[in-house]
C-alpha cells in the first residue's frame, strides 16, 4: 500500500490560507487609535471630541485613546499628526481654527491642504459671545457702544491666537470698530473661568463651554454667531439680529489622519464617522451641550475645507491677521 506524504498537502494548505492571514493581520484597525486636539480637556471642541471618539471606538472594535496636545494656536498637535506615519492609528481632532491658521500664520510646520487628508466632519455650532454680569451691557449694542467709549480698556479672551474664537473677536471688531484687547490663553476652560471671575469682559466661547454658565447665570450671553439661533439657547439672537449685518461664523469639528494614509484605511473611518454622527443618542449628547451632529463625507470634507481655507484667507487679509 502505497504511503502518500501529507507534507505537500500542508503546504498546500498553509499557501492557500495565507492570503487570509495576511488580511486578518492587516484588517484596520488591528489595535488602538490615538485621536489628538489640540486643545485642553473641558474646552468646547475636547467635549464633542471625546463623545467621537468613544462612539468610533465603539464602532469599529478597537479603543480611540482621546489625547490633548494643546499649544500654538492648536497647530502643535495638527503637525504631531501631518509627520505621523500614515497608517491611520494617529488622527488629529480639529475645529475651523485650521482653516484660519492656514492664512492667519506666518509659518506654521505643517500645511493643512498638502499634509493632512480630512476623514469627515462631525458637529457644528456657532460661538456665543459671553461676558461677565457686572459689565453694564444688555446687549450688542451697549457693548460696542461701551468698547468704542473706552477703546481697548475692555480685555477680551480666547483659547489661544489665531483659533476659532480669537478670529470670532477679529471678526466682530473688524465690523463694528469695538476696539478691545486680546488675551490669548492656552484653552477655553480658563478663559471661560476668567469671564465669570470678571478678569475678562468678553470671550466668544463654544457652545459645549459656554452653555453651562449661561444657565446658571454665571455668565451672560449676548449673541450667536451662526446665520440661525441657536437650538440650545433660542432666546440669544445671532449677531445679525443684534445689529452685526452679514455676521456668521460657525465652529466645525473633523476629524483628519496624515495625507499619504491609505485610501481604504480613510474610507472605513470616514463610514464609521458617518454612522457615529447619525446615531440617536449622540445627536442627543450634542444637543445637550449646543452643538448639532453634522456628517460630512471624507470628499465633501475635503470640497468644504478648500472652501472655508479661501473665504478665511479673504478675510484674514482684510482685517490684516497675522499672527507669528
Do not use: C
Request: net charge positive.
Amino acid at each position: 500500500m502505497a504511503v502518500v506524504s501529507a507534507l505537500p498537502l500542508l503546504w498546500g494548505a498553509a499557501l492557500l490560507a495565507a492570503p487570509f492571514f495576511a488580511h486578518a493581520q492587516s484588517a484596520y484597525p488591528a489595535k488602538s487609535v490615538r485621536m489628538i486636539i489640540g486643545f485642553p480637556a473641558g474646552s468646547s471642541s475636547d467635549v464633542v471630541g471625546r463623545i467621537v471618539a468613544q462612539k468610533l471606538g465603539d464602532a469599529m472594535g478597537q479603543t480611540v485613546v482621546f489625547e490633548n496636545r494643546p499649544g500654538a494656536g492648536a497647530n502643535f498637535a495638527a503637525e504631531v499628526v501631518a509627520k505621523s506615519p500614515p497608517d491611520g492609528y494617529t488622527t488629529l481632532y480639529a475645529n475651523t481654527g485650521i482653516a484660519v491658521a492656514h492664512s492667519a500664520y506666518q509659518k506654521l510646520g505643517y500645511d493643512v491642504l498638502r499634509d493632512l487628508a480630512p476623514v469627515g466632519q462631525a458637529a457644528a455650532g456657532p460661538h456665543i459671545l459671553i461676558v461677565n454680569p457686572s459689565l453694564p451691557v444688555k446687549s450688542i449694542k451697549d457693548l460696542i457702544a461701551l468698547a468704542k467709549a473706552k477703546p481697548r480698556e475692555m480685555n477680551v479672551a480666547s483659547s489661544g491666537a489665531g483659533n476659532s474664537d480669537h478670529f470670532a473677536y477679529e471678526l466682530f471688531r473688524s465690523m463694528t470698530g469695538a476696539e478691545m484687547t486680546h488675551v490669548a490663553y492656552k484653552g477655553g476652560g480658563q478663559a471661560t473661568v476668567d469671564v465669570i471671575s470678571g478678569q475678562m469682559a468678553a470671550y466668544f466661547s463654544g457652545m459645549a463651554q459656554g452653555l453651562p454658565h449661561i444657565r446658571t447665570g454665571r455668565v451672560r450671553a449676548l449673541a450667536v454667531t451662526g446665520g440661525k439661533r441657536a437650538p440650545s439657547a433660542p432666546e440669544v439672537p445671532t449677531m445679525i439680529e443684534a445689529g452685526v449685518p452679514g455676521y456668521e461664523h460657525v465652529l466645525w469639528n473633523a476629524v483628519f489622519v496624515p495625507a499619504a494614509t491609505p485610501k481604504d484605511v480613510i474610507a472605513r473611518l470616514d463610514a464609521e464617522l458617518v454612522k457615529v454622527v447619525g446615531q440617536p443618542d449622540v445627536r442627543d449628547k450634542f444637543a445637550a451641550i449646543g452643538v448639532e451632529p453634522q456628517a460630512r463625507p471624507a470628499a465633501q470634507m475635503a470640497a468644504y475645507l478648500k472652501s472655508e481655507i479661501d473665504k478665511y484667507g479673504k478675510i484674514v487679509r482684510a482685517i490684516g491677521l497675522q499672527i507669528e
